[in-house]
C-alpha cells in the first residue's frame, strides 16, 4: 500500500466500515512505516472523534429532517 491508497481508505478504517482483513492489515503496516501517513491518520482521527462527540446532544429540527427528506427523494 503506498500513501495514496491510504488516503482512499483512510476514512472508511475510521470509521470502521467493513474493509477485508488484507486492506486493515495492509492500512496498519503502512501506518507503522510511514511517518507522513501516521500524522496525518493522528489528525483525521481526532477531528472524527471531535465532530462525533460533538454532534451527539445536537438536536435537529423536524423541518430540516423533511427538507433533506425532499430533496433527497428528488433523485
Known amino acids: 500500500m503506498d ?3 491510504l488516503v ?5 478504517y475510521l470509521d470502521g466500515e467493513v474493509l477485508s482483513e488484507e486492506e486493515r492489515r495492509a ?5 507503522a512505516l510511514c511517518r507522513k501517513c501516521c ?3 493522528e489528525f483525521e482521527r481526532l477531528l ?3 465532530v462525533r ?5 445536537d438536536h435537529v429540527p423536524e423541518a430540516l429532517i ?5 430533496v433527497i427523494a428528488q433523485f
Open 66 to 70: 423533511a427538507r433533506i427528506e425532499s
Open 39 to 41: 500524522e496525518r491518520y
Open 53 to 57: 462527540h460533538n454532534g451527539q446532544n
Open 27 to 31: 492500512i496498519e503496516e503502512h501506518l
Open 8 to 12: 482512499e481508505k483512510l476514512y472508511f
Open 48 to 50: 472524527w472523534d471531535m
Open 3 to 5: 500513501c495514496k491508497d
